[in-house]
């Protein structure tokens, strides 16, 4: 590929690709736990608008925000997520007492892979905790509050085009100091490098400028990919092409960053 000044290793290029792919799970997770546990029996009806509810935090942990102001695939969501001491079944049992005294049903326990999620429905939000066991007895997971009813659906790729036979499988935004930014994951049936040429081909055409570009080689046990940067005025678009496990397709992480929006720095 060519590229221009000041590339990062493959190696580096490759972990954040991953890293791109692991955030939009995360945030991806949070809507989808919403979906999965909204069996409440509250859709189709109209809500006043209502303060976010305040969501306890776990026993004995840490805590840090994912985001505060997002939208996953429309849905006007915020993530935490948290590492505590305190064992799976503590957290489960902790946020199952908390979301069920005072509320029309109880909180919901539901499994998830391997993960335990709780949840509960305040007015128009979803207030959910997915937990997994951590090393040696403690835990780990997600705190989300989504508002999941009155909100419209969007998995609009945008200014992005698509591949044939290529579909959005999420699109999440977020609004930062100082910038906004938009991450879409599309599931492509074709190689990263059959992606890569295509986005290179069409962004340059649509007035990008290619900034950077790493091919990720496949390791034993990795996936082969791609991760190339564009810019173009006062925004950046970051494309994180990794192949999939079967090798029969890859999946593209667009980052699209526009600088100077978004609530300004404190």
């Known amino acids: 590929m060519n590229t221009k000044p000041s ?4 190696a580096r290029a490759g ?41 306890p935090l776990p026993p004995k942990a840490d805590v840090q925000w994912v985001a505060q102001s997002m939208r996953v695939n429309g849905v006007p969501t ?11 079944g503590e957290i489960i049992e902790y946020y199952s007492a908390y979301w069920s ?13 391997e993960a335990t999620v ?5 007015g128009p939000y979803l207030m959910t905790v997915k937990v997994e066991d951590g090393a040696g007895g403690t835990s780990q997971g997600l705190i989300s509050v989504a ?9 609009s790729p945008g200014e992005l085009p698509l591949m044939n036979g290529a579909h959005v499988v999420s699109v999440v935004e977020s609004d930062d100091p100082g910038k906004y930014s938009r991450e879409m994951v599309i599931a492509n049936p074709q190689p990263p490098s059959s992606v890569t040429q295509f986005y290179q081909a069409s962004l340059v055409n649509a007035g990008w400028l290619q900034i950077q570009g790493n091919d990720i080689p496949r390791t034993p046990g990795g996936s082969a990919g791609a991760f190339v940067v564009f810019a173009r005025g006062g925004s950046e678009m970051q494309l994180s092409i990794v192949e999939t496990r079967n090798r029969r397709g890859s999946t593209l992480v667009a980052n699209l960053v526009t600088k100077d929006t978004g609530p300004s720095p404190n």
Do not use: I, N
Not at 7 to 10: A, F, G, I, N, Y
């Open 147 to 155: 508002q999941v009813l009155g909100s419209k659906e969007d998995r």
């Open 7 to 10: 590339r990062p290793s493959t």
């Open 15 to 55: 972990l954040h690709a991953l890293a791109l792919v692991r955030f939009a799970k995360c945030a991806v997770e949070a809507v989808a736990v919403a979906t999965f546990v909204a069996v409440f029996g509250a859709a189709g009806r109209s809500w006043a608008v209502e303060p976010w509810p305040e969501v």
């Open 101 to 113: 005294g005072g509320y029309e049903h109880k909180a919901s326990v539901r499994p998830l892979g």
């Open 78 to 88: 915020r993530v935490m997520q948290f590492q505590s001491r305190a064992s799976r």
């Open 118 to 122: 709780v949840g509960q429905m305040h």
